[in-house]
């Protein structure tokens, strides 16, 4: 298969850059990225610093709700720069509770404000924009407003919101355009009246009493916070909470939320939405497990049911680009390449892979290096560290107890675990009941470290420098 | 020397055990720890672990002020733990500005009431005095509150605070009396109307304008969490601050806490502390760089000038137990062995050894395991990891700057360095000038990690994890292979690519 691939990407290469040259035409750009977020403009911006000549499309669709942003990809506009920010407003308010424990001496309970918070961080977000377009610059990436599709293998055709069109051709193309929330658009009303976290963070108003569905981090995080700035929050899950990660410390971060305060409706699906007269969402649901109706209103119904890849208007079937019949992602290999002869790809849009920025980043930079540099570098995917940054935040990094057993057996692995009370709890008088660490490691005499996960304050940071010894360990064997 | 002293301990014990034989006396303990700190509590525990007969002499000699307390030791009681609480409490000080930029109505500004933090730490001190001794019952550790002395290598004599005496004898015996902080006693007035850290955790009441004499990082940290919670701090330093650590990282930590609010008087030393009619202190200071003499008055005055084995009563002279005659400190070998056949030390007490609560448990647990385990592990002092939680905490592993360059050359280390900004700080419009990270490695091929510093929030969870690694001989291409967890503090770690070397700007940009 991979010397199938090298054969075309000789061939069709070749047969093009023929075509090119006996026309006199040579490709305008040594390399173009479409798509400026984490993954494109590292991409972008490592090419550059090789001397070559770089270009960068980035566009952004307005959302069913007609929420849009500039520069900077999901990550820094719709994403982990929002997300942690307004994660921070939710934990400075726990850290208000505390505070008079600690000898302050505040009135309780504080109120909060959503619109101060939202203005703080987009205006913060658009610095971030502002930041991108300037770093493009200076590195001298050419930077287009428009939106991306093939017309060939080295053609792409760039439309502006105005409809103005600009064909830009180049020697490698790299697809980086990431993905976009997913509507069920099966469910009644779900288009026409739910929002997404491509809205949630650019809101103007408080979002009020909200119901987000679905049970992935983001669903889990956006209900988190909310729910710390004090609204009346309810997360919707049809079956288990963050599918993929270990089981016992998702439960785990969902016990914590409902101590917390969020309210979780276990085992429901919505089956339609509506609008009252006061404005509000009325949302019916099926509860699986008592196998009843159920119903309540809100003032905005949040969809996190997952991100579909932002394919649709590449026109990648031109082009022979292949993408995965179910996900809707590009196939890529070790190297990034696609199926087409100098087209690569990285990041969400990218089957198989991590839907992470520091690995976009990462892959992006090792792409360019080995387009432009002298490196033969492929990006390592494995035991990619994550924080999924809930009200009490849980990091891990390496083989969950479920894949550890189900790799090794349960005879070979030893998990080490301790419950445990962070030490400013004390005083807090904070509840740490789901302060729990656990250690997957090889029984057999080495005793390797398969995986390490945390739940408590500042997982991020506890789980980053672990990740390092864990990461050559692993590597170390596997060689 | 390694051998002659195996040969004296073979000698030495082979005639205390025939003598005891002889007559008819076996000890009565297989293992006696003087001092129920962090290191002899460990040590204790786990030899009870092995089914063996411990116990632990306990006693805390009241500071000149007066202040005494429970099982724990420095630690528990007048260190780590009540340091990093009212350290939290300042933190939150800090939370509080930040939280109406996130959108919460809290008027402005926030006072603070010592008191109420003092009574819920000294609380929480309690509870861990309590539980301490609940383990030691648990485990089937005997525990005396009683001061030792030694009468002979295997006898110790233990005196209650009302003066009833007990005699204890083991089989080994391990001290762990820990060190207290020391006074300038040539300062006229020092003693008289000084605290020390002993004090400063205990005080019923706010300590005021404070004046806190020292450099080290109880000084710094004491400081800064007085500063945190509104009060008027100051901190007098004769010369460097942090010596020992790297430099570099120590001014930039000074530099923090001065933008903070702690005032600093750099160069200078007090001469005289006398007693206003007001009942406050004045304090008589040299300016060493201006040649000047100054005075101020203050509620309270702090001394953390050092601090020194608690060895004086032991009578270690007695039994021959060799010190180091410029820190008082106990000489240990490699085994935690002193110069006396079964008589080892532990933690604060040893010479050469970090004064920290982890490597202290640690030499106690692998001391308990070779003495009644099948285990012969000695303890690793290298690369252990430290943080000091002043109020942008300074956390490290590994060698300074100074000690790489000196151990290797400059030209053969390489050093990345960055100025980050947390994202945390940008709405909350904070400060981040002294938000830096460095790291020290080697240039040759391998490019080995000799150190890491980070200044920083939660400096010390940013750190822990890298100790693992670095330990192990982590190299600079297997930390750029770890991929960062984002958005965090952590993962500008993994990204250091920028070098002292190049001379090019060190600002890096999250995303």
């Not at 290469?13 to 750009?29: D, F, I, Q």
């Not at 307004?86 to 934990?91: D, E, G, P, S």
């Not at 809930?390 to 790799?407: H, K, M, R, W």
Request: a neutral charge.
């Amino acid at each position: 298969m991979a010397a199938l691939r090298r054969a075309r990407r000789g061939a069709g290469s070749g047969l093009c850059r023929t075509l090119r040259a006996l026309s006199g035409k040579k490709n305008e750009y040594d390399l173009l990225v479409i798509g400026g977020g984490s993954g494109g403009l590292a991409c972008a911006k490592e090419a550059a610093q090789f001397g070559r000549k770089v270009a960068v499309l980035d566009y952004v669709d307005p959302s069913p709700q007609g929420t849009t942003w500039g520069l900077g990809g999901t990550c820094v506009n719709v994403g982990c720069i929002p997300k942690k920010l307004m994660h921070q407003a939710a934990l400075l308010g726990s850290a208000l509770k505390d505070a008079h424990h600690y000898g302050w001496n505040i009135a309780q309970p504080v109120h909060h404000t959503w619109s101060v918070m939202a203005q703080a961080v987009q205006n913060y977000v658009k610095s971030l924009n502002w930041g991108h377009r300037v770093q493009l610059q200076d590195k001298k990436v050419k930077y287009f407003n428009m939106k991306g599709s093939f017309s060939d293998p080295h053609t792409v055709r760039g439309l502006t919101k105005a409809g103005k069109e600009t064909i830009v051709t180049a020697d490698n193309i790299v697809i980086a355009t990431g993905g976009r929330p997913k509507y069920p658009t099966h469910i009644a009303g779900a288009l026409q009246y739910g929002i997404t976290s491509d809205d949630l963070f650019w809101l103007k108003e408080s979002p009020g009493k909200t119901l987000i569905v679905g049970a992935s981090y983001v669903s889990l995080e956006c209900a988190g916070f909310l729910t710390g700035i004090g609204l009346d929050t309810a997360v919707m899950m049809r079956s288990i909470p963050l599918r993929g990660f270990d089981q016992q410390m998702a439960s785990l971060v969902t016990e914590h939320m409902e101590s917390y305060g969020t309210k979780f409706l276990k085992r429901c699906f919505p089956t339609k939405v509506e609008k009252l007269e006061s404005n509000r969402l009325q949302v019916t649901w099926k509860n699986t497990d008592l196998g009843t109706e159920e119903t309540d209103s809100f003032d905005t119904v949040m969809w996190a049911v997952g991100r579909a890849p932002d394919t649709k208007t590449l026109n990648l079937e031109t082009v022979g680009v292949k993408t995965n019949s179910e996900t809707g992602k590009i196939i890529v290999d070790a190297s990034e390449a696609t199926s087409v002869p100098h087209i690569y790809a990285i990041g969400d849009i990218t089957e198989g892979r991590p839907e992470l920025t520091p690995t976009a980043i990462a892959a992006g930079k090792l792409l360019a290096q080995r387009l432009f540099g002298q490196s033969s570098e492929l990006m390592d995917y494995d035991s990619v560290p994550t924080t999924v940054f809930t009200p009490l935040e849980y990091g891990c990094v390496g083989l969950s107890e479920e894949a550890a057993v189900q790799c090794h057996g349960s005879d070979n692995i030893e998990v080490f675990h301790a419950y445990y009370k962070p030490l400013e709890f004390t005083v807090a008088e904070r509840d740490a009941t789901q302060c729990y660490m656990k250690m997957v490691c090889l029984r057999e005499r080495e005793q390797r470290i398969l995986g390490l996960h945390f739940i408590g304050p500042n997982a991020g940071e506890v789980i980053q420098g672990f990740a390092l010894g864990i990461n050559f360990s692993l590597r170390d064997v596997s060689d």
